[in-house]
């Protein structure tokens, strides 16, 4: 028995909680050795104090009263107090307490029982203050987001118009230049010649690249529209392959074509898809060396509703790294060691503008699809491990086609469908020639389309709608070729009031363009008229589309 409250009273004095016994009138009679350890002292430093008397011992504010009551109401539950100590660390407690009943010799007291939380309550502190600053963090990042988004926004809104601004003076360029070759060449001196054919082709690169980058912004914007159809992709990859061949096979790379003959259709945009073939050929023929091979496959596979069409391009060039795989298809990306690569065999260039791939991902996508590479890494000293790229298109697409321009055009459609125009207003009895009517404010433009069509039709210029619609009533041209933007009357309406009297409805209206931007074209088709051509046109583009147009109405009275 003896040996039993011993026990007790050590087991009491060791166990990691501090323990207080107090009368009811707040006197201490007990404090375990682990409570006087933890403040520093002895029992006899505690025993004989009221909790009053410890708590005006104590550094640092401690309510007495409210702990007090606390232990007579029995509502102390988890009280935290926070203790100052010299030289150490803030003590951090949580203190309850219970009241003991009366037990002969002993009257009725309580027990205070304190639990050291420093620790935790430390930690607590910790996550709390890091739950603070992921919360500025966010903030900040969500700040950074918008920006970021705003930032991406002003770079496409400047792409775009700067790509149409750039499209204008190349009008000029590639126009002049496409003058002196076809009728000069026997004018001017070689070198010269050379130099313009030169600065011809270097108009058509800085063309598409512009052309490239609209279509970038256009992905980015989500404003790429699609003028969907049924089509034979196998016929598609073919006949784009048969394109290729020519250049491929200067640097003796052979093209493999293996599509099956029997293929259901495919439901997308026959332009665009051409667009994806293209760009993926041109780049497997780009990085690989000389006398390689490139395979083009395609096959149907998947079940029911998962049913696709599965697109390869291998070439054995010089392969992508696999931490590069992702990055390739974002926009103006290049690989560091894609400009100039060289084996025994063969020495051959690549680099470009890096926005091949992105506009190949977001024509995909747009189709519902999905584009992939494989590539083992890449090949160095003469080592090519090739790559191939994968693209997966629904049979069945999910997108909705809402905004497909054959939908948005209903006019257009209807004219296409409806190919017999009235002939009568083509009148070239009073200039021997056709007259086109050309109607814009911008004076280079008219010089270099006049300079293009003088040796076939005789032409008018005005340079203001206003100015244009009267010349319409009162010569009655075979063609009108007019700006989109004019100042005062702009050439929608001009061209909606020409189709709107009987004298001029007939004569075919064509818009010149910056770009060939969607919700122009749509414009163009929708106030009425009959084509647009896209500057920079060059003079054999411009011929033909006049001629293309005037044909539509009068084949013979042109070419009689
Ligand atoms: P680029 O105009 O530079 O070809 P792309 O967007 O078409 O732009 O391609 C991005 C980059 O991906 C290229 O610069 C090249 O590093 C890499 N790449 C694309 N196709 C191939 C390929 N068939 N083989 C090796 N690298 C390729």
Redesign the pocket.
């Known amino acids: 028995m003896q040996a039993d409250g011993h026990l007790l009273a050590h087991v009491i004095d060791q166990t990691p909680i501090g323990i207080m016994i107090l009368q009811r009138d707040m006197t201490i009679v007990f404090v375990n050795q682990y409570l006087f350890t933890l403040f520093g002292g002895t029992r006899e430093d505690f025993v004989g104090l009221t909790v009053y008397g410890l708590a005006n011992q104590m550094p640092g504010a401690v309510d007495a009263g409210a702990i007090v009551r606390g232990i007579t109401e029995g509502t102390l539950a988890d009280y935290k107090l926070t203790l100052t100590m010299p030289g150490r660390p803030d003590l951090v407690c949580l203190l309850d307490s219970f009241s003991i009943e009366e037990i002969e010799p002993y009257p009725e007291c309580f027990a205070l029982v304190l639990r050291d939380i420093t620790e935790e309550q430390a930690s607590a502190d910790l996550i709390e203050a890091k739950n603070v600053e992921m919360a500025k963090i966010n903030t900040e990042l969500a700040r950074t987001n918008t920006d970021l988004k705003k930032v991406s926004e002003l770079k496409s809104n400047f792409l775009s118009i700067a790509s149409h601004e750039l499209n204008t003076p190349l009008t000029s360029i590639k126009g002049y230049s496409d003058i002196i070759i076809d009728n000069m060449r026997d004018k001017v001196d070689k070198s010269v010649y050379r130099m313009i054919e030169s600065i011809s082709r270097a108009a058509d690169r800085l063309h598409r690249v512009v052309n490239n980058i609209l279509d970038v912004t256009k992905i980015e914007q989500g404003r790429l529209r699609l003028r969907p159809e049924h089509i034979d992709l196998g016929a598609v990859m073919s006949d784009c392959a048969d394109d290729m061949v020519q250049i491929a096979e200067k640097r003796g790379i052979t093209i493999r074509v293996g599509a099956p003959t029997e293929m259901p259709r495919f439901y997308g945009d026959k332009a665009r898809i051409q667009q994806m073939f293209t760009?993926?050929l041109?780049?497997?023929i780009?990085?690989?060396p000389d006398g390689t091979s490139i395979d083009l496959g395609i096959v149907l596979e998947g079940e029911g509703e998962g049913k696709r069409f599965h697109i390869t391009?291998a070439?054995q060039?010089?392969?992508?790294d696999k931490n590069?795989h992702k990055n390739?298809?974002d926009?103006f990306?290049?690989?560091g060691?894609?400009n100039r690569h060289s084996s025994d065999a063969s020495k051959f260039m690549?680099?470009?503008?890096?926005?091949?791939?992105?506009?190949?991902k977001g024509i995909v996508e747009r189709h519902g699809g999905r584009v992939w590479?494989e590539?083992e890494g890449?090949g160095r000293d003469g080592v090519f491990p090739?790559?191939v790229?994968h693209v997966a298109l629904p049979l069945r697409s999910e997108i909705g086609w809402d905004d497909d321009e054959s939908r948005l055009a209903p006019e257009s459609r209807l004219k296409e469908a409806n190919d017999t125009i009235a002939m009568e207003a083509f009148d070239d009895g009073e200039f021997g020639k056709p007259v086109i009517l050309f109607i814009d404010s911008d004076k280079v433009s008219i010089e270099v389309a006049g300079a293009v069509v003088e040796n076939m039709f005789d032409f008018l210029v005005a340079e203001s709608g206003e100015q244009g619609l009267v010349m319409a009533f009162s010569h009655r041209p075979s063609l009108i070729l007019m700006d989109s933007n004019l100042p005062g009357l702009d050439g929608y309406r001009i061209c909606k009031i020409l189709r709107s009297q009987p004298e001029t409805k007939n004569i075919p209206i064509a818009f010149f363009s910056a770009g060939a931007n969607d919700d122009e074209i749509q414009k163009c088709f929708a106030s009425g008229a009959d084509d647009f051509i896209v500057k920079p046109f060059s003079g054999s583009e411009l011929n033909k589309k006049i001629v293309r147009l005037l044909m539509k109405k009068d084949e013979e009275k042109i070419f009689k």
């Not at 060039?317 to 992508?320: A, H, L, V």
């Not at 690549?350 to 190949?360: E, R, T, Y």
Request: no cysteine.
């Open positions: 760009s993926l041109n780049n497997a780009k990085f690989s391009v070439d060039g010089i392969g992508i590069e390739i298809f926009p990306y290049e690989v060691n894609a690549g680099g470009g503008s890096g926005l091949g791939l992105s506009i190949v590479v590539s890449a090739g790559s790229f």
